[in-house]
């Protein structure tokens, strides 16, 4: 499982469009969906449209996983964190990933951005 989500983070962090091809190809499953608060895309061919657009605004940007994969019932959650090429980086997301039911590729992923919130720290 490890693998398949670093595949994952590995189509996004590539800045040449056939390697992300490559990449994500084999691991998303027809028809699968990504969702995250700027976007919602269906299919491959959206989802690399969605991450050429990231690269073109971020040239060499990366994203790496600073979580184990935690998986339960064909879903993975993951942390994630968006790196720009001098080292600094975005607040950490978060990815819950479905799985089909061989768990070789991924049906939707569901992201979000920044940590979370704990409830007493919004109360106080």
């Not at 190809?25 to 699968?32: H, K, L, R, T």
């Not at 969906?33 to 073109?56: K, S």
């Not at 019932?73 to 819950?96: C, K, Q």
């Amino acid at each position: 499982m490890t693998d398949l989500i670093d595949t994952y983070c590995a189509a996004w962090s590539s800045e040449d469009d056939e390697q992300r091809w490559a990449l994500l190809v084999p691991i998303w499953a027809d028809g699968a969906t990504y969702t995250d608060p700027t976007v919602h895309a269906v299919g491959a061919e959206e989802l690399l449209a969605h991450i050429a657009g990231v690269q073109a605004r971020y040239p060499g940007a990366r994203i790496t996983r600073t979580s184990d994969v935690d998986v339960h019932h064909g879903i993975a959650r993951f942390a994630w964190r968006f790196v720009m090429p001098d080292g600094s980086s975005f607040p950490e997301g978060l990815d819950i990933a479905f799985l089909n039911p061989g768990q070789t590729r991924i049906t939707r992923i569901i992201g979000f951005f920044g940590p979370l919130v704990s409830l007493t720290a919004s109360r106080v």
